[in-house]
């Protein structure tokens, strides 16, 4: 059975850090992408960052520079470390395993990230 889990989430003061965690389980985790997204109320989900099983990374030019993704596959668990968070990074994050050349991804159920004064 396939399952990511994302901890990690909660209330944060503006300019604080988060460290979100996802742990994969019920498949090859490291043959696959990982990624975070995260959607805010009223908009679409957006990709936040991703990394290849090779390591590369990729991240949303607003967050840029804050952020960082990582993955141990050893633990089978990715991360994002969110730093100098603001308002507008107010979301529910959620985990994706995504393997396209078998049409094969993977969502967790989100952890909410709140950034409030």
């Known amino acids: 059975q396939v399952q990511l889990v994302e901890s990690g989430g909660g209330l944060v003061q503006p300019g604080g850090s988060l460290r979100l965690s996802c742990a994969a389980s019920?498949?090859?985790?490291?043959?696959?992408?990982m990624g975070w997204y995260r959607q805010a109320p009223g908009k679409q989900r957006e990709l936040v960052a991703t990394?290849?099983?090779?390591?590369?990374?990729n991240y949303a030019d607003s967050i840029k520079g804050r952020f960082t993704i990582s993955r141990d596959n050893a633990k089978n668990t990715v991360y994002l470390q969110m730093n100098s968070l603001k308002f507008e990074d107010a979301a529910v994050y959620y985990c994706?395993?995504?393997?396209?050349?078998?049409?094969?991804?993977?969502w967790g159920q989100g952890t909410q990230v709140t950034v409030s004064s």
């Open positions: 990394i290849s099983r090779g390591g590369n990374t």
């Open positions: 994706n395993a995504d393997r396209p050349r078998y049409a094969l991804s993977y």
């Open positions: 019920g498949f090859s985790f490291s043959m696959y992408a």
